[in-house]
C-alpha cells in the first residue's frame, strides 16, 4: 500500500510494535525441549490480547497462528510436535492484521550451543537485511534493494534464495510491489514511490540458492539442506528516509 494519511502511518506503527513484540517475546521464549505447537501458542495468546488477528491463518488458512521452521527449514513451517534442541536453527515469521492494517515480521534464532558459522550467519543475515534497508529512498529504483543485498552477500562469501522474495504490506499480508527481488534483478525497473509499504527481507545462506516446498504443501527448505536465515521488517519509504514499522519500541 501507499500511506496517504497520518492515520495509515499511526495504525501501521500499531500493527508492526504488536508484531515486533510478539516476535521478540517468541525469541526470548525459545528453549530446549518445548514444541513449535507450544511456541505458537504463546504468539497466538500474545497477538489476541493485543486484538490482533494473525495474518496467514486469517489469509491463506495456515494451520498456525504463526510460522516456525526449525533447520533445515526455511519458512513457512507448519507449528506442531516438533521438538525444539539445543544448536537448533529456529526460524519465526510474525504477520497479524489488526483495524484493517497488516505489519509482517521476521527472525533466525540460533539456540546454543551453536558453530561459530551459525553465529556469523545470524549476525550477517541481519547486516544483510540492513544494508538493503539503507538503500531505500523515494525516486530510487527497487532493484537497488537486492544490489546492496547481493553486494553484500557476494563480498562476504554468502548465498541469497532467489525463489523468496520481499513484498508489498500494509493494506494485505502480501500485495503490490510483488516478488521485490533481495538479489540484483537489472531487467526490474520499477521505482520506490514515496509512502511506499514493504518488507526487506533477504534469505542469507552458506551456498544455496533455492528452496523446494515439502509434502505438507506450505513447509520450504533448501535443495541441499544446508542453513539459512531470513531476518525481516515492514516498512515505509519517506523523503526523510525509510520509517521502519516493526520495531519493539
Not at 109 to 119: D, Y
Not at 124 to 152: K, T
Not at 181 to 192: A, F, G, K, S, V
Request: glycine share 12%; proline share 7%.
Amino acid at each position: 500500500m501507499t500511506i496517504n494519511s497520518e492515520d495509515d502511518l499511526e495504525k501501521l506503527r500499531v500493527i508492526g510494535r504488536i508484531v515486533a513484540r510478539t516476535l521478540e517475546a517468541m525469541g526470548k521464549a525459545l528453549e530446549p525441549g518445548m514444541t513449535t505447537r507450544e511456541l505458537d501458542d504463546i504468539g497466538r495468546a500474545l497477538l489476541e490480547s493485543e486484538g490482533a488477528r494473525p495474518a496467514p491463518e486469517l489469509t491463506y488458512g495456515f494451520p498456525g497462528a504463526t510460522c516456525i521452521s526449525v533447520g533445515p527449514d526455511v519458512a513457512h513451517g507448519i507449528p506442531g510436535d516438533r521438538v525444539i534442541r539445543a544448536g537448533d536453527l529456529v526460524n519465526i515469521d510474525v504477520s497479524a492484521e489488526k483495524d484493517g492494517y497488516f505489519g509482517d515480521t521476521g527472525a533466525s534464532f540460533a539456540v546454543p550451543p551453536v558453530a561459530k558459522r551459525i553465529e556469523r550467519l545470524c549476525r550477517d543475515g541481519r547486516r544483510a537485511m540492513w544494508s538493503g534497508i539503507r538503500a531505500v529512498r523515494p525516486g530510487a529504483p527497487l532493484n537497488a534493494i537486492g544490489r546492496s543485498i547481493e553486494g553484500f552477500a557476494q563480498k562476504n562469501g554468502y548465498g541469497l534464495i532467489r525463489n523468496l522474495a520481499s513484498h508489498g504490506v500494509g493494506g494485505a499480508l502480501h500485495e503490490e510491489p510483488e516478488s521485490l527481488p533481495t538479489w540484483y534483478e537489472p531487467q526490474d525497473r520499477r521505482l520506490i514511490t514515496e509512502g511506499l509499504v514493504f518488507t526487506i527481507e533477504p534469505f542469507l545462506t552458506l551456498g544455496e540458492d533455492w528452496v523446494d516446498e515439502l509434502d505438507d504443501g506450505w513447509t520450504l527448505r533448501p535443495t541441499g539442506g544446508g542453513p539459512a536465515v531470513q531476518y525481516e521488517h515492514s516498512l515505509v519509504a519517506t523523503r526523510n528516509g525509510p520509517i521502519i514499522l516493526t520495531l519493539a519500541n
